[in-house]
């Protein structure tokens, strides 16, 4: 029983884990945050412009079935702007991050050019596969 709870324990201390559940409250938090952002300021700038102070109340029927298409705009828009939101502040500056990365990086050839030929063979190569030439 107790290597089970080790190997459960390992797993739970394992960083993908406690990555994961971190990212899901903030993630949380964060929504709260957006749907404040979309209620309390961005359909109240929209209802100045266009004169509906609540999205949420509007809706049409067809055949006595009410459709609250309002509430779903609301919705769309805190989507949008989660989903710009996120994009700006994380995607790009991490995109950024991991090109300067890549620039900075050296890397070593893998490959090596066969002096009678020209062709291009691995380092580790002792003849050319393509004229049978010994290399140095």
Do not use: W
């Amino acid at each position: 029983m107790s290597g089970v709870v080790r190997e459960f324990r390992d797993f739970l201390f394992r960083g993908n884990i406690v990555d994961l559940a971190v990212a899901v409250v903030i993630g949380a938090a964060f929504t709260g945050v957006v749907n404040a952002l979309v209620a309390d300021i961005i359909t109240p700038l929209i209802a100045a412009i266009f004169g509906k102070p609540n999205f949420g109340d509007l809706s049409f029927t067809i055949n006595k079935s009410q459709f609250l298409y309002g509430d779903f705009l609301n919705q769309v828009i805190s989507f949008v702007l989660t989903a710009a939101v996120i994009f700006f502040l994380i995607i790009k500056p991490m995109n950024m991050l991991i090109a300067r990365r890549k620039a900075g990086q050296v890397t070593s050839p893998t490959t090596k050019v066969c002096p009678e030929c020209l062709s291009e063979i691995p380092l580790a190569a002792h003849r050319c596969a393509f004229c049978t030439s010994v290399v140095e």
